[in-house]
C-alpha cells in the first residue's frame, strides 16, 4: 500500500497567516492526490484535486501543489472558519490512502 | 448538485451484521463510482473498497475483504455496505462517497460524500 506521512500533526495559526500543509507519499503517486477539510462533526469536503485543482467553490486562498512523492496545501489567509482537519489521499493505486490528518487551529 | 444520503446511526451486538445504505440523487447513478470509506479516531481514514454501479464490479481493500460487501440497488440509486461479524474494532463512522475519473490529466476524484453513519458494537 502506498504510505501518505501527512506533517504537521497540529498547527495553530493567527489571523491572516499563511500556513503550509505537507504529504509525502512513499512512492511517485503522478499528482492524483486530493486535499480534504473536514470539520467538527462533519465529512470531509473536497478541497483541491489532481494535486493543484481547486473544486468549485473553494475560496482562492486555498491552493496545492507538488509533484511525484511531495505535496503540499497552502491556506494564504487563515480565516476563522478555516479552523478545521485536513487530510491528504492519494487515488494513484488501490487501496487509495489518507494522510493522517492536521488539525488546523486559530491561535 | 450531487448529493449522497445515507441511513442512521447503528447500535448493534458483537458477531451480528449491519448493512448501511447510501441514496445518491443529482446525477445518474450509474455514471459514478461509489466509494466507501471509515473513520475512527485511531485509524484515520481507511478506503474499504469501490463498487461501479453500472456493472455491478467491485474492488476491495484487502484489509476488509471477507467484512465488508459492496452492493447497489439501480432501481432506487441506492448503495450499500454490508459489514459481518462485527467486533468493537468495527465500531466508526461509515461514509460513502461518489467518484468519476476524468481521464488521466485529472485523475479520480471523490468529490461528493455523504453524511457519514455511525456503527457503535457493544453488547
Known amino acids: 500500500d502506498i504510505q501518505m506521512t501527512q506533517s504537521p500533526a497540529s498547527l495553530s495559526a493567527s489571523l491572516g497567516e499563511t500556513v503550509s500543509i505537507e504529504c509525502l507519499a512513499s512512492?511517485?503517486?503522478?499528482?492524483?492526490l486530493a486535499w480534504y477539510q473536514q470539520k467538527s462533526g462533519k465529512s470531509p469536503q473536497l478541497l483541491i484535486y489532481?494535486?493543484?485543482r481547486l473544486q468549485d467553490g473553494v475560496p482562492s486562498r486555498f491552493s496545492g501543489s507538488g509533484s511525484g512523492t511531495r505535496y503540499s496545501l497552502k491556506i494564504s489567509g487563515m480565516q476563522p472558519e478555516d479552523e478545521a482537519d485536513y487530510f491528504c489521499?492519494?487515488?494513484?493505486?488501490?487501496?487509495?490512502?489518507f494522510g493522517a490528518g492536521t488539525k488546523l487551529e486559530l491561535k | 448538485q450531487v448529493q449522497l444520503q445515507q441511513s442512521g446511526a447503528e447500535l448493534v451486538k458483537p458477531g451480528t451484521s449491519v448493512k448501511l445504505s447510501c441514496k445518491a440523487s443529482?446525477?445518474?447513478?450509474?455514471?459514478?463510482?461509489m466509494n466507501w470509506i471509515k473513520q475512527t479516531t485511531g485509524q484515520g481514514l481507511e478506503w474499504i473498497g469501490i463498487?461501479?454501479?453500472?456493472?455491478?464490479?467491485?474492488s476491495y481493500n484487502v484489509k476488509f475483504k471477507g467484512k465488508a460487501t459492496l452492493t447497489v440497488d439501480k432501481s432506487s440509486s441506492t448503495a450499500f455496505m454490508q459489514l459481518s461479524s462485527l467486533t468493537p474494532e468495527d465500531s466508526a463512522v461509515y461514509y460513502c462517497?461518489?467518484?468519476?475519473?476524468?481521464?488521466?490529466?485529472?485523475?479520480?476524484?471523490?468529490?461528493?460524500w455523504g453524511q457519514g453513519a455511525s456503527v457503535t458494537v457493544s453488547s
Open positions: 462517497a461518489s467518484g468519476v475519473y476524468y481521464g488521466p490529466l485529472i485523475g479520480y476524484v471523490m468529490d461528493a
Open positions: 443529482g446525477y445518474t447513478f450509474t455514471s459514478n463510482h
Open positions: 463498487i461501479n454501479p453500472g456493472s455491478g464490479g467491485t
Open positions: 512512492e511517485g503517486i503522478s499528482n492524483d
Open positions: 489532481a494535486a493543484s
Open positions: 489521499q492519494q487515488s494513484y493505486k488501490y487501496p487509495y490512502t
